[in-house]
Structures are given as structure tokens and as C-alpha cells.
């Protein structure tokens, strides 16, 4: 089959990448820089603490073994609180409805979302703010996956809190401009320099923009509490661009490398535990 992809793609490229031809989309480009505003930020010090999760799983016959970690960290790499972390084996199923759902991935995913929350929770009285990595909007609306009910609880109660602040360094979300692809492609394309889309305030209470904190660096997504002015949403940039390395908040970079879970992280798990002897799900392959 991969043959044949190659086959179609080789055949297809321009109807395939269509969408990121960027001259069939004059209009939504107008827009994009119609709603853009050169911005240079000002130093502004202030204490953040960056929050993320991961989590990875080994499927056995049976079972998962599966991991799930999260922390909150300052700049000096010093936690704002202890981490959490949860490991241990099961079929990690979810109540959805009445009704049994195996899928390791959304539960897992939920666990992780648990964990930022408490983080952040407590990260909010030890900090200026505190970021976390990924999209309240995201968790709060995307139902077709089928989260669990808590998933929206603690989503919803996070964008209760001032001092909590979102960031996103990909997005699909068109809610702005309206475009085939994500409004994230077409404020890249905008330009090279710092700057930032007008706020966009969502009906559930969060303002969200679009942001460059520094030359030739991707836009990252904001997403902030409450409805926000252009100078609110300005002091936000100095401050996320002043603990910034490339154009993205440093101690979200030290989150994502303190918590993550790699697969060779499982594999070492799973012989300290003595499952190395139990089929796998990929041995029945052969692989």
C-alpha cells in the first residue's frame, strides 16, 4: 500500500497541497494581516512557572503498562511544587455515558490533564503565572473523542483563573480568519517580525491571540482567562518574551523535558517489573 500512496502522491501534489498555496488564499491573507500588529516587547521580570504533562504506554495481551507524569517549574529549574506522576498496569478503560470504552490514549490523556490542573492549582499562589502547554480551548470542546466528563471540569475551572495562561506551539483551530487550515499558518506568513493578532475573545470566556515574540521564530497561540484589551494582551507579551529562548517561554521547554515519557523509558520500566517475559501486541506480528 505505501507504494501506492507514493504512487498518488507523486500524481496528486497539487490537489494534495492545495491548501497551503498561499496565492489561493489572497483574501484570508489580507484578513491575517489586516488583524496584525508589529509589536516590539519590553522587558518586564516576572516569576513563571511552566506546566506540562506526557504520558506512554506498552500494550501487552491483556493489559497496558502505562506511565503518566506532569510537573510545574521555575526558570531555575527548581519545582514550583512536587510533581506527580502515576504508573502501574490495567486495561485503562473509560466510562463514557453508561457505557465501557477501551482507549488507553484519552485516559491516559485525562490523567494528564488531572495532574496539570492540581499543578497549576498550586502553582497559581507560589508564581506571577502559570503556563501551561496546549489548549484549554482544545480540552474544553472536543468532544468527539470522547472525554471523560472530568476532563471538562478541570477545564473549565482553569479558565476560571487570571493567572493561568495557555500556549500552543501548533494549532488547527480556524475560528478567527475563517481558512481552510489553522489561523496559526496564515499569522506565520504574515511577516518575519514580533508582533501579534488583535484578541479574540470566545463565548466560554477565554481571549485568544496569535503571537511572535521575536524574529524569525514561529507564532505561538495564547490562550488567556477573561477578555483581554490590546494593552493587556501587550504586558503579556513582555513578559512571556523577557523568560523566552526562540521565540517560546523557557520554563515550558524545562516542563516538557523534566516530564516526558519515552518509549525507552517503558522498556526499562517494564524489565525492572519482570514484564519483558508477557506477549506483546506487536509480537503476534512478528516484530
Same mark, same amino acid.
Request: some cysteine; glycine content about 8%; hydrophobic content about 35%.
Given at each position: 500500500?505505501?507504494?501506492?500512496?507514493?504512487?498518488?502522491?507523486?500524481?496528486?501534489?497539487?490537489?494534495?497541497?492545495?491548501?497551503?498555496?498561499?496565492?489561493?488564499?489572497?483574501?484570508?491573507?489580507?484578513?491575517?494581516?489586516?488583524?496584525?500588529?508589529?509589536?516590539?516587547?519590553?522587558?518586564?521580570?516576572?516569576?513563571?512557572?511552566?506546566?506540562?504533562?506526557?504520558?506512554?504506554?506498552?500494550?501487552?495481551?491483556?493489559?497496558?503498562?502505562?506511565?503518566?507524569?506532569?510537573?510545574?517549574?521555575?526558570?531555575?529549574?527548581?519545582?514550583?511544587?512536587?510533581?506527580?506522576?502515576?504508573?502501574?498496569?490495567?486495561?485503562?478503560?473509560?466510562?463514557?455515558?453508561?457505557?465501557? #470504552?477501551?482507549? =488507553?490514549?484519552?485516559?491516559?490523556? +485525562?490523567?494528564?490533564?488531572?495532574?496539570?490542573?492540581? @499543578?497549576?492549582?498550586? $502553582? !497559581?499562589?507560589?508564581?506571577?503565572?502559570?503556563?501551561?502547554?496546549?489548549?484549554?480551548?482544545?480540552?474544553?470542546?472536543?468532544?468527539?473523542?470522547?472525554?471523560?466528563?472530568?476532563?471538562?471540569?478541570?477545564?473549565?475551572?482553569?479558565?476560571?483563573?487570571?493567572?493561568?495562561?495557555?500556549?500552543?506551539?501548533?494549532?488547527?483551530?480556524?475560528?478567527?480568519?475563517?481558512?481552510?487550515?489553522?489561523?496559526?499558518?496564515?499569522?506565520?506568513?504574515?511577516?518575519?517580525?514580533?508582533?501579534?493578532?488583535?484578541?479574540?475573545?470566545?463565548?466560554?470566556?477565554?481571549?485568544?491571540?496569535?503571537?511572535?515574540?521575536?524574529?524569525?521564530?514561529?507564532?505561538?497561540? #495564547?490562550?488567556? =482567562?477573561?477578555?483581554?484589551?490590546? +494593552?493587556?494582551?501587550?504586558?503579556?507579551?513582555?513578559? @512571556?518574551?523577557?523568560? $523566552? !529562548?526562540?521565540?517560546?517561554?523557557?520554563?515550558?521547554?524545562?516542563?516538557?523535558?523534566?516530564?516526558?515519557?519515552?518509549?525507552?523509558?517503558?522498556?526499562?520500566?517494564?524489565?525492572?517489573?519482570?514484564?519483558?517475559?508477557?506477549?506483546?501486541?506487536?509480537?503476534?506480528?512478528?516484530?
Amino acid at each position: 500500500m505505501l507504494m501506492k500512496a507514493y504512487e498518488y502522491a507523486a500524481s496528486n501534489q497539487d490537489a494534495i497541497v492545495r491548501g497551503v498555496n498561499l496565492s489561493l488564499g489572497k483574501e484570508i491573507m489580507r484578513e491575517a494581516k489586516s488583524l496584525w500588529n508589529s509589536y516590539t516587547p519590553n522587558l518586564r521580570e516576572s516569576q513563571l512557572a511552566g506546566i506540562d504533562s506526557s504520558w506512554n504506554f506498552i500494550p501487552y495481551q491483556g493489559f497496558y503498562l502505562f506511565a503518566v507524569e506532569a510537573v510545574s517549574i521555575l526558570r531555575d529549574c527548581s519545582y514550583t511544587v512536587e510533581p506527580l506522576f502515576n504508573l502501574g498496569v490495567g486495561t485503562l478503560s473509560v466510562e463514557e455515558n453508561g457505557e465501557i #470504552v477501551y482507549d =488507553p490514549r484519552t485516559e491516559l490523556q +485525562s490523567r494528564g490533564m488531572e495532574f496539570e490542573y492540581e @499543578l497549576a492549582m498550586g $502553582s !497559581v499562589k507560589k508564581s506571577d503565572f502559570a503556563l501551561i502547554d496546549g489548549s484549554v480551548l482544545a480540552r474544553f470542546y472536543d468532544r468527539r473523542k470522547r472525554k471523560p466528563t472530568k476532563f471538562y471540569e478541570y477545564a473549565r475551572e482553569l479558565m476560571g483563573q487570571e493567572n493561568v495562561v495557555f500556549i500552543s506551539k501548533t494549532s488547527s483551530s480556524n475560528i478567527m480568519l475563517g481558512g481552510i487550515l489553522g489561523d496559526i499558518f496564515y499569522f506565520n506568513h504574515v511577516g518575519s517580525l514580533p508582533g501579534y493578532s488583535k484578541p479574540y475573545f470566545d463565548n466560554v470566556g477565554v481571549t485568544i491571540f496569535y503571537v511572535r515574540l521575536s524574529d524569525n521564530t514561529p507564532c505561538i497561540r #495564547v490562550e488567556a =482567562p477573561g477578555k483581554i484589551s490590546e +494593552s493587556e494582551a501587550e504586558r503579556l507579551i513582555d513578559i @512571556l518574551q523577557t523568560s $523566552s !529562548v526562540s521565540g517560546y517561554p523557557y520554563v515550558l521547554r524545562l516542563a516538557h523535558e523534566q516530564c516526558k515519557v519515552t518509549n525507552d523509558d517503558l522498556e526499562r520500566l517494564a524489565n525492572m517489573l519482570g514484564l519483558n517475559a508477557e506477549i506483546g501486541g506487536r509480537d503476534v506480528l512478528g516484530e
